[in-house]
T-cell receptor, first 110, second 118 residues
Framework: LAKTTQPISMDSYEGQEVNITCSHN???????ITWYQQFPSQGPRFIIQ???TKVTNEVASLFIPADRKSSTLSLPRVSLSDTAVYYC???????????FGAGTILRVKS | GAVVSQHPSWVICKSGTSVKIECRSL??????MFWYRQFPKQSLMLMAT?????????EQGVEKDKFLINHASLTLSTLTVTSAHPEDSSFYIC??????????????FGSGTQLSVL
């Protein structure tokens, strides 16, 4: 399983764009990159998934360079409610276990 | 969208008793479910992979006799913490692999169960 490395924590202010980068040097050909958000005492919540280039949905964008050895989650105009832990996971799509790394604690201040 | 229901949300029990946690996929069939545990301020740690109709595969260091997993149907997996002790107090989370979510989402998580052993 590909190991992921993320910054331990990040601080931001309301209204700013936040970019969280994840390194996954050993990503395999069949692996997808998925980001989850977790609030205290809750299960992780899916944010976005991608394989290459750029993916955008209503809450975030995911940028993946050609070599796929890293990825960047972009959260536009964060609010206080975006304060959470963000996890980057790498693995195949179906039926395969996903191993969580340490995650990034994002603190949004007013 | 696909929903995974986990029950109970929290449980307090006496040391030495057993506790069962249920994980249900409400609107899709989940051939594979995963069980995680999470200690305060730490990441999720995968405990085992549960496949419908077969024995669970446990991660290294996880005692299979202590954490009994049963995946008897395509919509239900249970985790039983046997003879619980205070060190088993943790946040337990299940997830289920399947289709039915919005967009690319393929792995769906329950809301977690906080276990406190006195």
């Amino acid at each position: 399983l590909a190991k992921t490395t993320q910054p331990i924590s990040m601080d931001s202010y309301e209204g700013q764009e936040v970019n969280i980068t994840c390194s996954h040097n050993n990503i395999a050909t069949n692996d997808y990159i998925t980001w989850y958000q977790q609030f205290p005492s809750q299960g992780p919540r899916f944010i976005i998934q991608g394989y290459k280039t750029k993916v955008t949905n209503e809450v975030a964008s995911l940028f993946i360079p050609a070599d796929r050895k890293s990825s960047t989650l972009s959260l536009p105009r964060v609010s206080l409610s975006d304060t959470a832990v963000y996890y980057c996971l790498v693995g195949e799509e179906y039926g395969n276990k996903l191993v969580f790394g340490a995650g990034t604690i994002l603190r949004v201040k007013s | 969208g696909a929903v995974v229901s986990q029950h109970p949300s929290w449980v307090i029990c006496k040391s030495g008793t057993s506790v069962k946690i249920e994980c249900r996929s409400l609107d899709f069939q989940a051939t594979t479910m995963f069980w995680y545990r999470q200690f305060p301020k730490q990441s999720l740690m995968l405990m085992a992979t549960s496949n419908e109709g077969s024995k669970a595969t446990y991660e290294q260091g996880v005692e299979k006799d202590k954490f009994l997993i049963n995946h008897a149907s395509l919509t239900l997996s249970t985790l039983t913490v046997t003879s619980a002790h205070p060190e088993d107090s943790s946040f337990y989370i299940c997830s289920a692999s399947g289709t039915g979510g919005t967009g690319d989402e393929k792995l769906f998580f329950g809301s977690g169960t906080q276990l406190s052993v006195l």
